[in-house]
Nanobody, 118 residues
Framework: QVQLVESGGGLVQAGGSLRLSCIAS????????MGWYRQAPGKHRELVAR???????NYEDDVSGRFTIYRRDDKNTVYQQMNSLKDEDTAVYYC????????????WGQGTLVTVSS
């Protein structure tokens, strides 16, 4: 059974930084594309950043240059460093794992709330 456990959310002032972590278990971590999504109140869930097993990164336009996704395969963990946070970054952030070698096999974490205050 795959489990993704996020941590690192919280309340931060605009312009501040947070680092989210997601520890995966029950899966072959190195075969997963790992991603961070977010869902703000009243909005759809959207992709923020993703990183492939080879280390290729993709970012949503608004976070590019402010957020950095990286992975530690030896720790089965994916991180997201978030700098220069804005009010509009306020959302629940979800960790996502997608097997690169098995179509349709994916898992979500329970989410962690990030609140940015101005």
């Amino acid at each position: 059974q795959v489990q993704l456990v996020e941590s690192g959310g919280g309340l931060v002032q605009a312009g501040g930084s947070l680092r989210l972590s997601c520890i995966a278990s029950g899966t072959i971590f190195v075969k997963n594309i790992m991603g961070w999504y977010r869902q703000a109140p009243g909005k759809h869930r959207e992709l923020v950043a993703r990183i492939t097993p080879a280390g290729t990164r993709n970012y949503e336009d608004d976070v590019s240059g402010r957020f950095t996704i990286y992975r530690r395969d030896d720790k089965n963990t994916v991180y997201q460093q978030m700098n220069s946070l804005k009010d509009e970054d306020t959302a629940v952030y979800y960790c996502h794992a997608e097997r690169q070698d098995i179509e349709g096999l994916e898992e979500w974490g329970q989410g962690t709330l990030v609140t940015v205050s101005s």
